[in-house]
């Protein structure tokens, strides 16, 4: 069965440093996101990506943050320049169409460690 | 906004008996989605029920049921017959939209237990 990708699975980086977090969706999909949650919190939306556009973000979603689909497979999300606040885990989702009551699909996430 | 509020954070249940896990959720939408998703350990999160704000039936898939109580706000979830397999962070989800791309608003999880 089509599994949602993401790597690396854990990430360290220092204060201030760019880091990209990989995503393969699910082939088919048309519609990808990012999520995070930081320790003990909610899993926050931060983007939804359609058409080569984002469609929506949230306001954690700020300069520092953006993403691509560099090529039919991959879906990044870069982190200019990182915060120890950044700390958190990422989790990537696609979905085949979008209307209510669709199902995203869920990544395993990336643990991203800010120092 | 809307908002999910999860108040177990943990929750145990012995093999073969029946566990809920409590949601409750804060909207003015009359329709709306809402889910329940599980992430075992290291694993990604997949969907477990689903259920349509405007079916008043509640949704059932096998051993997984939800008591969806639209006035009072509640969505929860019964596993009846509980398996090992269960043990999971089960996470509450409201579906929402804004942009004509729907996102799903999380509640904190609950840890579920399942003791031999």
């Known amino acids: 069965e089509p599994e949602v990708t993401q790597t690396p699975s854990h990430q360290v980086t220092q204060m201030g440093q760019e880091v990209i977090l990989r995503c393969v969706p699910i082939?088919?999909?048309?519609?990808f996101y990012w999520y995070r949650q930081i320790l003990g919190q909610k899993v926050e939306f931060l983007v939804s990506f359609y058409n080569n556009e984002i469609s929506e973000k949230s306001e954690i979603f700020d300069d520092q943050f953006s993403v691509e689909r560099p090529d039919g497979s991959n879906f990044t999300l870069k982190i200019r320049s990182t915060k120890l606040e950044d700390s958190a885990m990422y989790f990537c989702?696609?979905?085949?169409?979008?209307?209510?009551?669709?199902?995203?699909?869920f990544g395993p996430g990336t643990r991203l460690t800010v120092l | 906004a809307q908002t999910v509020t999860q108040s177990q954070p943990e929750m145990s249940v012995q093999e073969a008996e029946t566990v809920t896990l409590s949601c409750t959720y804060d909207?003015?939408?009359?329709?709306?989605?809402l889910f329940w998703y599980k992430q075992p350990p290291s694993r990604q999160m997949i969907l477990v029920i689903r259920q349509e704000a405007y079916k008043q039936q509640n949704a059932t898939e096998n051993r997984f049921s939800v008591n969806f109580q639209k006035a009072a706000k509640s969505f929860s979830l019964k596993i009846s017959d509980s398996q090992l397999g269960d043990a999971a962070m089960y996470f509450c989800?409201?579906?929402?939209?804004?942009?004509?791309?729907?996102?799903?608003?999380f509640g904190t999880g609950t840890r579920l237990k399942v003791l031999a």
């Open positions: 989800a409201y579906q929402t939209s804004t942009s004509g791309t729907y996102k799903y608003i």
């Open positions: 909207t003015s939408e009359s329709d709306y989605y």
């Open positions: 989702a696609s979905s085949l169409d979008s209307p209510g009551g669709n199902e995203q699909f």
């Open positions: 082939s088919n999909h048309l519609y």
